[in-house]
Nanobody, 124 residues
Framework: QVQLVESGGGLVQDGGSLRLSCAAS????????LGWFRQVPEKEREFVAAITWTGRTYSSDSLKGRFTISRDNAKSTVYLQMNSLKPEDTAVYYC??????????????????WGQGTQVTVSS
């Protein structure tokens, strides 16, 4: 059973930066693609970015350039570096994982494992 624990959320001012971390355990890390989603109340979870064991990445077009996903396989940890944050980036950010099947999933139902989420609040 894969377990994911996010950290690094918090309150930041408009234009600031945050780095989220997601520590994975309980699975063979190299088999999985790890992704980040975010969600605001009354809306569906929105895909942010995903990364494979070998470092292949796929990011939302709307966030590319400000958000960067990376992973440290030795630490079984995936990161989301968020720069130039805007108030509309305020959301709960979730880490997700699933076995990699040759393509990146952009829908939440394509990921079997989820973390508990971490709140990111960007003040104007």
């Amino acid at each position: 059973q894969v377990q994911l624990v996010e950290s690094g959320g918090g309150l930041v001012q408009d234009g600031g930066s945050l780095r989220l971390s997601c520590a994975a355990s309980g699975g063979t890390f190299s088999d999985y693609v790890l992704g980040w989603f975010r969600q605001v109340p009354e809306k569906e979870r929105e895909f942010v970015a995903a990364i494979t064991w070998t470092g292949r990445t796929y990011s939302s077009d709307s966030l590319k350039g400000r958000f960067t996903i990376s992973r440290d396989n030795a630490k079984s940890t995936v990161y989301l570096q968020m720069n130039s944050l805007k108030p509309e980036d305020t959301a709960v950010y979730y880490c997700a994982a699933d076995q990699y099947r040759g393509r990146f999933g952009k829908q939440s139902y394509e990921y079997a494992y989820w973390g508990q989420g971490t709140q990111v609040t960007v003040s104007s």
